[in-house]
Nanobody, 126 residues
Framework: QVQLVESGGGLVQAGGSLRLSCVAS????????MGWFRQAPGKEREVVVG????????YYADAVKGRFTISSDYTKNTVSLQMNSLDPEDTAVYYC???????????????????WGQGTQVTVSS
């Protein structure tokens, strides 16, 4: 069983930045994929970024390309999400997810994750 603990998030004005972090513990193998997905009120969950650890291959949804950056520290089982130029459309609960086994490609869809955290709220005001 893998536990994921997210931190960061909060309230920011449009155009501002936030940084989310996530630590995975218990059960990650020698190689895994991690990422972030979000869910806004009344909308389906959307995978926004993903990364293959430790190789570093990444995926970015079109909506966040050029604004969000995912990074990871394989030795610490952590992943971070730097979010810049935030827009009110980015308002959502953000969840950290992991596929706790080696995989060649970054996560792009919800079924690519085995576990996820409790989520952290990101609110962007206009």
């Amino acid at each position: 069983q893998v536990q994921l603990v997210e931190s960061g998030g909060g309230l920011v004005q449009a155009g501002g930045s936030l940084r989310l972090s996530c630590v995975a513990s218990g059960g990650t193998s020698n190689g895994y994929v991690m990422g972030w997905f979000r869910q806004a009120p009344g909308k389906e969950r959307e995978v926004v970024v993903g990364i293959v650890c430790p190789r570093g291959y990444t995926y970015y949804a079109d909506a966040v390309k050029g604004r969000f950056t995912i990074s990871s520290d394989y030795t610490k089982n952590t992943v971070s999400l730097q979010m810049n130029s935030l827009d009110p459309e980015d308002t959502a609960v953000y969840y950290c997810g992991v596929r706790a086994t080696p995989w060649a490609t970054p996560p792009r869809q919800m079924h690519d994750f085995d576990y996820w955290g409790q989520g952290t709220q990101v609110t962007v005001s206009s």
